[in-house]
């Protein structure tokens, strides 16, 4: 199979979707609001990459951080020059068009967003190593975007990281139907800075994500209390740009925000409950605490569910610390011993 639904895929296909896809198609499978979209599979990596892979990495030494950046913009380069076969491009465009169908859209903007198979494991931080292109419409950009993703397999930092960690190879990638974000960010589980267990920690800014996961704005953080079930600090962010959809539909630009905005929390107090709720099933879900990217629908209000993997800082390393006061410290325990099911 080159091209797959994410409605078809689970955990057990993280070999042919890799760690994103199978994880998106996993929380859909079990009725978690999650843009539908397809996997380019680690198949289709084999037809386009596979056999110069070898060859390509042979000639690399991650040892050398000097010479690893050069190393890689060549390798990139050259996968981004390689012949997609017709088989693939066949598939991918016909993934495409069954997607327009799914939403009644001849051309969908789609997210385009690499899936390695060693990507968002238990033990692994792959996260933000390869890339993601955003606002792609038409199968041609399409077809470019996964030749792109594909590339970026030769990323320098996800090169090094595979030299030092291991892990299994091949690569997917997932195109998923884009959702124009009014506010996106991420949420952890558990509060990221001390593994308190108890918590959940949510980072939002206006437009999409990209902004907080890469650093371009200060976000608002909040903290929601899973045994008070309420929110406990709210720390305002500057949140001076927001990313959005460039004027012809066709990739982002940023813009400012305006200043009555950046001066007030980028979501309601419901707005945060109904994410810490979700972020909880969620860890239900996969019984222990997890990473999630999140974005709410500008038009609609939604939140939908655009990524999650395992938390793997805390988790396990099993050291979170306890809360101060002796009816939270057995709340906790309780919740540890359930595997936080309430």
């Known amino acids: 199979m080159l091209v797959v639904p994410f409605q078809e895929l689970g955990i057990e296909h993280v070999p042919l979707a890799g760690g994103k896809a199978a994880h998106l198609g996993d929380l859909l499978q079990a009725g978690f609001p999650v843009p539908p979209g397809f996997a380019v599979t680690t198949r289709a990596f084999d037809l386009v990459v596979g056999h110069h892979a070898d060859a390509l990495l042979a000639e690399v030494d991650t040892a050398d951080v000097v010479a690893l950046e050069t190393a890689a913009a060549r390798l990139r380069a050259l996968v981004e020059a390689l012949p997609v076969p017709d088989e693939v491009e066949r598939d991918v465009r016909a993934g495409y068009a069954r997607l327009g169908r799914e939403i009644g859209l001849a051309e969908p903007a789609v ?3 690499s899936s390695a198979v060693a990507e968002d494991a238990a033990d692994a931080s792959f996260a933000g190593m390869q890339s993601t292109f955003l606002w792609l419409r038409g199968a041609d950009e399409v077809l470019e975007g996964v030749r792109r993703c594909f590339a970026s397999y030769f990323n320098a930092e996800a090169l090094a990281y595979r030299a030092e960690h291991g892990g299994a190879a091949g690569m997917s990638v997932a195109v998923q139907y884009m959702v124009d974000a009014r506010v996106a960010g991420v949420m952890f589980t558990l509060n990221p800075l001390s ?26 953080s909040f903290l929601w209390s899973k045994v008070a079930r309420e929110l406990v600090r709210t720390r305002m962010g500057t949140k001076e740009v927001e990313a959005v959809a460039a004027p012809d539909g066709r990739g982002t630009v940023l813009r400012e925000v305006p200043e009555e905005l950046r001066t007030r929390p980028c979501l309601e107090p419901a707005e945060v409950a109904r994410l ?32 999650t993997r395992p938390e793997t800082v805390w988790t396990p390393k099993r050291t979170a610390l306890e809360p101060a006061t002796p009816t939270a410290r057995i709340a906790a325990l309780y919740l540890e011993r359930k595997q936080l099911r309430p």
């Open 195 to 220: 593994g308190d267990r108890s918590a959940i920690a949510i980072d939002a800014s206006y437009g999409l994500g990209v902004t907080v996961v890469g650093g371009e704005v200060t976000p608002d």
């Open 111 to 113: 997210a385009v967003r």
């Open 276 to 307: 810490a709720e979700l972020g909880r099933e969620v860890e239900r879900h996969y019984g222990r605490p997890q990473d999630v990217e999140w974005a709410i629908d500008r038009t609609l209000g939604e939140i939908l569910l655009l990524q």
